[in-house]
């Protein structure tokens, strides 16, 4: 095989790429059935589209760093609906950078609570982060039982304001590239690939699990920030489908379950997509409860996929190098394309 | 030769810690939060509340069943509250909306139910999906397809029978039918868990995968039964709920899944070691029962109920390591080499 073809296969299998794909087939097709059913295609509706897509993105981006170094965490809806009952029954009038700084702060509070329970605890990542989920939604109703209260005004029109959404974006986008490369983030991929190694070779490997965790926290307050946003007011059921959907972001974006391999961006496009299937299956007049069913349909499929790719990748890899631990990306099947 | 006998010894004394201390504990600690309870409420305790503490302690019984096995393999089964919807939904769109016999009815809805647990189990064990992605999203799936079963049609009714058999109308030597099925339920969940073949497979796949194929055992095949066993459970679940409730609403399952979790986690199983008791469950079931009782009849939002659910659970979980941490600590010093 020409190595073209490698290529073009080595950008299928990676994850990052496929979600991508994925995201731009069903852009092209929400876009152009839009256009042609006459209802517009502008700047204001891929804004609303962005702003609606950045919660999810963030509190996703955070799953996928807890889910890179090889642990769990189901806390991020109870984090956003905090924050989001906090900021729309109290802060209403306070200083929106004040509002953002301390609800980063809080989510990376949580984060440590739940990091210290894991890790010094030796407890189970996924029974913790349960019980802290639950925790947290419970404090959400007993702090604003019925929806109401609003946002900081600046905060709703900031985030409204054009090219902010695209501009986050980017810094998103900018920080992976440079965090993937920090001592933190190779620590973090070699974490998720093989903890014990990591350990033997005398890296504080506890201390940059609780920052991961501390980090993915703040990210959930930040989501939460955002989502209260482009909510305008406070409902403490509004967050509960995150648990589902920030999984499912990280899913389709490739990121592996067992960690060690991932990427944030790959997440960014995943989240993209998850919220562009609605508006597809909307132009196509689709009813509410099929909606529901081809949504959940789409997220097995997704991590089926995932799971079936990182199966045989770690087949592939243990046929080629028994004792090799790759850190990052694919390095084996990049090569494999090329000669296979 | 006596070093050996002091292992044993504290290996037993060790194991009927979790087999008959725990349950004891959990369950006399579900009888003082009732009769602490006479602070919050004048009615409490009474024969009432203990009834009502058994009724709502066998629904949760029945859909921790297959939660506590999924667990001790490593899973999470989130999948429960959608398959109470279908099943639910099923069995009552089938008998007041089509005029079908309660019979059949109930025989489709454990069918779907079984069937969907099974599509979890394949999909788990087979591809190797995360359990608690994979069930959630059938969660949300199936919640569609219920949704698809009773569409613009308003809460159908619940069949009579079931009514009957499960609001705690019906009697049995004037105590009722749901606080009696309590002890079935139990006996039954502790005859297949802990003396049956399959439970003894199932907490040796729980251990140790890998162990577990070595030895010869269909590994696959005991995964899809284990979600097939949860689905089932659930489906159940989901008829006895329509008669509990009198309607088949799409909700109905919504505030039994955390529940159903959080008992299996304070009965002492922990996740994916192979490592829990159905007694401690079913006693844990009742043990939060009770708390959800109490908290309701003193009136103050719902969400306090969450709050204590989480934190029982986090302490429990740190009970549970100090189990293991004295268990490790022995072996090492005990160790004759």
């Not at chain 1, 980090?215 to 959930?220: E, K, R, S, V």
């Not at chain 1, 990280?250 to 990427?263: D, E, K, L, Q």
């Not at chain 2, 359990?131 to 919640?143: C, D, P, R, S």
């Amino acid at each position: 095989m020409n190595t073209k073809f490698g290529r073009i296969r080595q950008i299928v299998t990676d994850g990052t790429g496929r979600a991508v794909i994925f995201w731009l087939i069903l852009m092209t097709i929400w876009l152009s059935l839009q256009s042609t059913q006459g209802m517009g295609v502008d700047a204001r509706l891929i804004q609303s589209y962005l702003v609606l897509a950045l919660p999810l993105i963030v509190a996703s981006i955070g799953v996928t760093l807890v889910i890179i170094m090889g642990q769990f965490d189901l806390s991020a809806a109870g984090v956003i609906a905090v924050v989001n009952v906090t900021i729309a029954s109290t802060l209403g009038s306070w200083n929106p950078l004040l509002v953002v700084v301390l609800m980063m702060a809080l989510g990376g509070f949580i984060g440590l609570v739940n990091g210290l329970f894991v890790i010094l605890g030796k407890l189970p990542a996924i029974a913790v982060t349960l019980a802290t989920l639950i925790i947290l939604q419970g404090l959400a109703i007993v702090i604003l039982p019925q929806p109401s209260g609003k946002v900081p005004p600046f905060l709703v029109d900031g985030v409204r304001a054009p090219f902010v959404a695209v501009g986050i974006i980017v810094v998103i986008i900018i920080a992976w590239m440079l965090f993937k490369r920090s001592r933190s983030g190779l620590y973090m991929f070699a974490i998720g690939a093989d903890p014990e190694a990591l350990h033997l070779s005398g890296l504080p490997v506890k201390k940059i699990q609780l920052k991961i965790f501390v980090i993915a926290g703040a990210l959930y307050g930040l989501a939460g920030v955002l989502m209260s946003a482009s909510l305008t007011s406070g409902d403490a059921n509004a967050a509960d489908s995150f648990l589902l959907t920030t999984f499912a972001a990280t899913a389709i974006g490739g990121t592996a379950f067992v960690g060690g391999r991932g990427s944030a961006v790959g997440t960014l496009f995943g989240a993209l997509t998850l919220l562009a299937i609605p508006k597809v299956l909307f132009v196509f007049g689709v009813s509410d409860w099929t909606q529901k069913v081809a949504f959940g349909l789409l997220v097995l499929l997704a991590v089926v996929a995932g799971a079936f790719s990182s199966l045989r990748k770690n087949r592939e890899s243990m046929l080629l190098a028994p004792y090799s631990t790759p850190t990052e990306g694919e390095p084996i099947t990049a090569t494999k394309g090329g000669n296979a | 030769m006596s070093d050996q006998s002091v292992i044993e010894a504290q290996q037993r004394r060790s194991s009927r810690m979790q087999t008959i201390y725990r349950p004891l504990i959990l369950a006399a600690l579900a009888l003082f939060v009732l009769v602490a309870g006479r602070l919050v409420s004048e009615s409490l305790p009474s024969w009432i509340a203990v009834q009502t503490v058994l009724s709502l302690g066998m629904f949760l019984a029945v859909i921790a069943f297959g939660q506590g096995l999924v667990m001790l393999t490593g899973g999470l089964d989130l999948s429960v509250p959608g398959v109470i919807a279908l099943s639910a939904s099923t069995v009552a769109v089938w008998v007041s909306f089509m005029d079908g016999s309660l019979f059949v009815g109930v025989l489709l809805a454990l069918g779907v139910s079984l069937l969907f647990g099974i599509v979890n189990g394949v999909l788990v064990s087979v591809l190797k999906a995360p359990a608690f992605i994979v069930t959630l999203a059938m969660g949300a799936v199936l919640e569609g397809f219920s949704l698809f079963i009773t569409y613009g049609r308003k809460s159908p009714e619940s069949p009579e029978l079931l009514v009957t058999l499960f609001s705690g109308s019906g009697k049995l030597f004037g105590i009722g039918i749901p606080a009696l099925l309590f002890f079935v339920v139990g006996i039954i969940g502790f005859i297949i868990q802990a003396r049956s073949r399959f439970g003894r497979n199932v907490y040796l796949l729980g251990s140790s995968l890998e162990a577990s194929r070595i030895a010869g055992q269909p590994v696959n095949f005991i995964q899809i039964s284990i979600y097939a066993v949860s689905g089932f459970g659930s489906g159940l679940a989901g008829l006895m709920l329509v008669g509990f409730s009198g309607n088949a609403q799409l909700s109905l399952g919504t505030e039994w899944l955390m529940p159903s979790i959080a008992a299996v986690l304070v009965g002492g199983t922990i996740i994916g070691s192979g490592r829990g008791f159905w007694q401690s469950t079913i006693t844990a079931g009742l043990m939060l029962t009770a708390i959800t009782i109490v908290i309701q009849s003193t009136g103050v939002s719902s969400g306090w109920k969450s709050v204590l659910y989480g934190v029982v659970v986090l302490v429990a979980l740190l009970s549970t390591r100090s189990d293991i941490g004295r268990r490790r600590r022995k072996k090492i010093s005990q160790d004759p080499l």
